[in-house]
């Protein structure tokens, strides 16, 4: 069973970059068959997926945060994560990482998720 | 606003049966059956209960079931329990860029 925990500061100032890492057990983060996502809770909107990372490094985010965004492999550490550049208070959310398997269309596990609130 | 629409909350008593619906687009639940269903208890991580619209994973109870019809795909719990008691969204694969869409998600109440 594979488990993830996200981490990352609680808090972060407008114009800065929010930094998220999630860390993988149970499985390689270069095994092939993997994707990894980023998927954030809105205060009051719901969940809006945020952009995955391939195995293989191949990375394809959300058009509406795409200028913004940047996800990344650690292989050394057996982590995944995500930079979030310019945030305003409209990014304060619940940032979740999961995984979705090559040839499905769900995510099969999530972490429990971390608070980023963008204020000053 | 999401870009799958949920009710904001519903409610049954132990042992009865409730529905709740996930209305979207042609572009997501009415191209694909790629509907799923999260459960996310409060602090807790959201677990998958249903895929590919009707599919439920290994060791999800069979008292959750899902179905699609157009551009609403619905969310079915029988004999509810008080451990149901949870927040729950639906998501679509969509076509364009944006590939994900979700619900706004939905409180059930178990009175």
């Known amino acids: 069973q594979v488990q993830l925990q996200e981490s990352g500061p609680g808090q972060v100032k407008p114009s800065q970059t929010l930094s998220l890492t999630c860390t993988v057990s149970g499985a390689s983060i270069t095994s092939t068959g993997y994707y990894w996502s980023w998927v954030r809770r809105l205060p009051g909107k719901g969940l809006e997926w945020i952009g995955y990372i391939s195995y293989s490094g191949n990375t394809y985010y959300n058009p509406s945060l795409k200028r913004r965004l940047n996800i990344s492999l650690d292989m050394s550490k057996n982590q995944f994560s995500l930079n979030l550049s310019s945030v305003t208070a409209a990014d304060t959310a619940i940032y979740h990482c999961a995984i979705r398997l090559v040839a499905t269309y769900y995510f099969s596990s999530w972490g429990q998720g971390t608070l980023v609130t963008v204020s000053s | 606003q999401s870009a799958l629409t949920q009710p904001a909350s519903v409610s049954g008593s132990p042992g009865q049966s409730i529905t709740i619906s996930c209305t979207g687009t042609s572009s997501d639940i009415g191209d694909f059956n790629y509907v799923s269903w999260y459960q996310q208890h409060p602090g807790k991580a959201p677990k998958l209960i249903i895929y590919d619209v009707t599919s439920r994973p290994s060791g999800v109870f069979n008292r959750f079931s899902g179905s699609k019809s157009g551009n609403t795909a619905s969310l079915t719990i029988s004999g509810l329990q008080a451990d149901d008691e949870a927040d729950y969204y639906c998501?679509?694969?969509?076509?364009?860029?944006?590939?994900?869409?979700f619900g706004g998600g939905t409180k059930l109440t178990v009175l």
């Open positions: 998501s679509s694969y969509a076509a364009g860029s944006t590939l994900w869409v």
